[in-house]
Structures are given as structure tokens and as C-alpha cells.
């Protein structure tokens, strides 16, 4: 079977991810048990994802991601 044998890699914290449930891009905040920790860029709730369905977020998603924090940062007080 295709992708046997193969070890899946746990998302290092600080680095943007893809819950492939929803599509939802959020950076990686660690893990507790055998769920992954998200936040959406720029702050919110936490939500936890299998391991199996967080995948790295390309390119493009992280740098939006990025924006979204920045232009939040530059809103607070």
C-alpha cells in the first residue's frame, strides 16, 4: 500500500499548519496527548487536530497568515 512505512512528523510549535478537516490555517502551538494545538493567525481559541489530518501550509497560506498577525499586532494598544 502506497505511503506504508513512512513515520508522519509532528509540526514543529511556531510553524503555520492546514487541519485538512476544514481547511483552516493556524500556527502550531504544540501538542497535548495525541492532538496537535492550533491557533488562527493573529490570536483566537485553540482548537486541536488528529496528527493525521495536519499537513505543513504552503507558501502562500503561511506568508496571508503572517499579514493577519502583523496587521493585528499594529491594532493593539
Known sequence: MAGEGLERCAPEPG???????????????????????LRAPGGGAKWECPPES????????????????VNREGRLP
Open 54 to 69: 495536519v499537513r505543513p501550509a504552503p507558501l502562500g497560506e503561511v506568508l496571508r497568515a503572517r499579514v493577519r498577525e
Open 15 to 37: 510553524s503555520f499548519a492546514v487541519d485538512t478537516r476544514d481547511g483552516r490555517v493556524g500556527r502550531v502551538m504544540g501538542s497535548v496527548g495525541p492532538y496537535v494545538q
